[in-house]
């Protein structure tokens, strides 16, 4: 059996490939990923039998990979979801195992594996439809976004729900949000890593320099070079420009 590890904490990586060996010492270790990118590239190259496989990676969600390759071989998800989580993933027929990796549990899913693998008879849950009512429990039960950002005010440090923030945008080299009261915070994180945080359903990155709020935008107007501008509720400093490249994906994410 070959297995491959998609994991972006060294330390849990390393651990659970040492568990393995010690309880499958015939099984033979290809490779490690801990990113979405490089699975995403590597993976269609590659033989293997088995995936174990964290949910959330350096660059993101797991899941994005399935968006991008076709996974037909079993996997073994990792994640410090709280037992709820896990037995509602056991209900659908799929190893899902709580970090820390427990030796005991880990053992019963390669024995599920093997037993699936040499029957030939089905496929473990997490390939075919399967696998998509699992992708799909999985994101429901995950946390959707970052709900609160703690902010200074003179010597006191508050707390914005993201529900409040209008917009988050770059200047002078910093990062600010804006309320839904026509207030801006300084806030210690990047826009890009601002928009790794905050649910996609209600934030969208138009720019490098702009996130914006769904329920702030008043109006959306042609602009040059087939690009877009937006009007926000409480912000006026300077225009909001939708990057000509992001012009496509803006339109989807407002048609959902």
Same mark, same amino acid.
């Given at each position: ?58 660059? %993101? ?23 709820? =989580? ?58 959707? %976004? ?27 080299? =910093? ?6 009261? %026509? ?74």
């Amino acid at each position: 059996m070959k297995f491959i590890i998609i994991e972006d904490e060294q330390l849990a990586a390393k651990r659970l490939r040492a568990l393995i060996e010690e309880l499958r010492p015939d099984y033979e270790f290809v490779s490690k990923f801990d990113s979405v990118e490089s699975a995403t590239i590597s993976l269609p190259v590659l033989k293997y039998d088995l995936l174990l496989m964290d949910i959330q990676l350096a660059d %993101g969600n797991s899941f994005d990979i399935f968006d991008q390759i076709n996974i037909k071989k079993p996997i073994i998800f990792t994640t410090a979801y709280d037992q709820y =989580a896990v037995k509602a993933f056991k209900a659908n027929s799929v190893d899902y195992l709580l970090k820390p990796i427990d030796k005991s549990e880990l053992e019963t899913a390669l024995g599920k594996f093997e037993e699936y693998f040499h029957s030939q008879k089905s496929k473990l849950a997490a390939t075919g439809e399967n696998q998509n009512d699992l992708i799909h429990l999985i994101k429901s039960l995950q946390p959707q %976004g970052k709900e609160r950002f703690v902010v200074r005010v003179g010597e006191h440090l508050k707390t914005v729900e993201t529900s409040d923030v209008q917009l988050i945008y770059s200047m002078d080299k =910093a990062t600010y949000l804006l309320t839904n009261q %026509g207030r801006k915070y300084l806030i210690d994180y990047s826009v890009d890593k601002a928009d790794e945080l905050l649910n996609k359903d209600k934030f969208f990155k138009v720019s490098r320099k702009f996130i914006v709020n769904l329920d702030a935008i008043k109006d959306i107007i042609s602009f040059t070079n087939s690009r877009l501008e937006i009007v926000i509720d409480q912000y006026d400093e300077e225009q909001v420009i939708v990057a000509r490249e992001r012009v496509a994906q803006f339109k989807e994410w407002l048609d959902r």
